[in-house]
């Protein structure tokens, strides 16, 4: 069964920095899509796509993080990064890692870590 753990979440000013990691156990992800999604602290707001990286290093990003996010991944050690720069109050959220296993039936998730940007 493999498994995501996030770390690397936390409360930063606005123009600051975080990096997020996501390690996966339980099997190799190297062949596999993986991504952040993010959930937002209001009602009705849905999971959002953040950034999304291929098995051979192709990234997509959602409009609102393009330039400030990179998203990243070290195959050897099982980990996607996120690495976000130029924080704003509107990038606080749970931001949660997957890797798309389609043999297994679709994705993972990991648990979820908080990101917190104040004003």
């Known amino acids: 069964q493999v498994q995501l753990v996030e770390s690397g979440g936390g409360l930063v000013h606005a123009g600051g920095s975080l990096r997020l990691s996501c390690a996966a156990s339980?099997?190799?992800?190297?062949?596999?899509?993986m991504g952040w999604y993010r959930q937002a602290p209001a009602p009705g707001v849905q999971r959002e796509l953040v950034a999304a990286i291929t098995s051979g290093g192709s990234t997509n990003y959602t409009d609102s993080v393009k330039g400030r996010f990179t998203i990243s991944r070290d195959n050897a050690k099982n980990t996607v990064y996120l690495q976000m720069n130029s924080l704003k109050p509107g990038d606080t959220a749970v931001y949660y890692c997957?890797?798309?296993?389609?043999?297994?039936?679709?994705?993972?998730w990991g648990q979820g870590t908080q990101v917190t940007i104040s004003s």
């Open positions: 997957y890797v798309d296993l389609p043999s297994l039936g679709g994705f993972f």
């Open positions: 339980g099997g190799m992800v190297n062949r596999n899509d």
